[in-house]
């Protein structure tokens, strides 16, 4: 993966810049199955393998296929973003290490999921149930955020071949 955004960072060309940010997102789907979160890897996958490729080649074809060379380093947004990495990484450090058994999500929330799913539910999987009844509401404004994202670039790109088409139009 670190091989990968060297590459992203490094390329001026915008088309293989997209296709490596879609194997990215795989790799980074790969990573979540390896850690147990299907759940998080399909969606990883869907959305950033498949539908933001998708988006950006989209985009892509609307504009050049070369970045243009900077004239000078932007020092200011490096500096906001070694400042959010800090900070993101100190708030990491509270975290439990991966695979605590002692963790609070494995002695409070497992046991009641593992307990009480089927009679709370219905449902006879446990995942199922956590992702479907537990999560309901999460996993639908997931579907939400998403879908009003795919609209909004939808909207955008149709406003702008729209304008293009009437240009010509007029043109003829």
Known sequence: MALVVWFVVRLRNLFAVVILSGLYS???????????????AFTEAAVGGGIATVLAL??????????????????????IVLIVGAAL?????DMPLYGDAMAAAHLHVAPR??????SETGVP????AVLASYRGYD????????FTAGVGVLAILGV????????????Q
């Open 26 to 40: 795989l790799l980074a789907a790969v990573l979540f199955v390896h850690l147990d979160a299907v759940d998080v």
């Open 58 to 79: 989209g985009a892509l074809a609307l504009t050049t296929s070369r970045e243009a060379i900077p004239e000078r380093i932007p020092v200011l947004p490096l500096f």
């Open 89 to 93: 990484i100190y708030a990491s450090l």
């Open 113 to 118: 999921y593992i307990a009480e799913s089927l």
């Open 125 to 128: 999987n446990m995942v199922t």
């Open 139 to 146: 996993t639908l404004g997931e579907v939400m955020v998403i």
């Open 160 to 171: 702008v071949k729209a304008a293009a088409t009437s240009g010509r139009s007029r043109d």
